[in-house]
């Protein structure tokens, strides 16, 4: 099956510095993928659509100038949490749609990030 | 109101028990259903889509109730290994992105 690959699964950081995460499709090319939060015991908040070449689409409260994405090819995805503090610390998951598949998602396994 | 409403449990039941989940959704122009398993610090992953007339796939039975705007999963004969976390999320008309409820916790124990 189509696989997703989210890197790093684990990072650690002080505050005030900036981290990337990488989201990449591995077997099939992907137009939009889709970065999700998730704060312990809570459901899955989208941030932001990636549209391959184009600008990404920001939920409402989500800073785009805090969360930077960067879809440059059709295989890859970076979401940079810019300045990050204390409270940006959660569960970060990508997800991408086969491009020419169903109306299945296929997720990255996660990245959880720590700011101290 | 949220969009995707769920108990998040957390249901404790012993094995071979059958359990139901329950979901509601606010938005009468969703179109697709799906349940979601997600176990602790893992990304999610499909479990099945619930279609209008109903689906089963082994021990597990979906059913959507659109006059309700109400989605519910059943499963039969629980496992130690069915313990995890089962997010209902439903996707609307013309869009892509997918709306996740915040899931109900289960707990099978020997």
């Known amino acids: 099956g189509a696989v997703v690959s989210q890197h790093p699964s684990w990072v650690i950081c002080k505050s005030g510095t900036s981290v990337k995460i990488e989201c990449r499709s591995l077997d099939f090319q992907a137009t939009t993928m889709f970065w999700y939060r998730q704060f312990p015991k809570q459901s899955l908040m989208l941030m932001a659509t990636s549209n391959e070449g184009s600008k990404a689409t920001y939920e409402q409260g989500v800073e785009k100038d805090k969360f930077l994405i960067n879809h440059a090819s059709l295989t890859l995805s970076t979401l940079t949490v810019t300045s990050a503090h204390p409270e940006d610390s959660s569960f970060y998951i990508c997800?991408?749609?086969?491009?020419?598949?169903?109306?299945?998602?296929?997720f990255g396994s996660g990245t959880q990030l720590s700011v101290l | 109101r949220k969009e995707v409403e769920q108990d998040p449990g957390p249901f404790n039941v012993p094995e071979g028990a059958t359990v139901a989940f329950n979901c509601t959704y606010s938005?009468?122009?969703?179109?697709?259903f799906f349940w979601y398993r997600q176990d602790c610090r893992k990304e999610p992953k499909l479990l099945m889509s619930v279609y209008s007339s109903g689906n089963e796939d082994g021990r597990f039975t979906a059913q959507l109730n659109r006059a309700s705007q109400y989605i519910s999963l059943l499963i039969r004969d629980s496992k130690l290994s069915d313990s995890a976390t089962y997010l209902c999320?439903?996707?609307?008309?013309?869009?892509?992105?997918?709306?996740f409820g915040t899931g109900t916790r289960l707990l099978v124990s020997p």
């Open positions: 999320v439903v996707r609307s008309t013309g869009f892509q992105k997918l709306v």
């Open positions: 997800s991408a749609r086969d491009q020419g598949g169903d109306e299945k998602l296929f």
């Open positions: 938005n009468s122009a969703s179109q697709s």
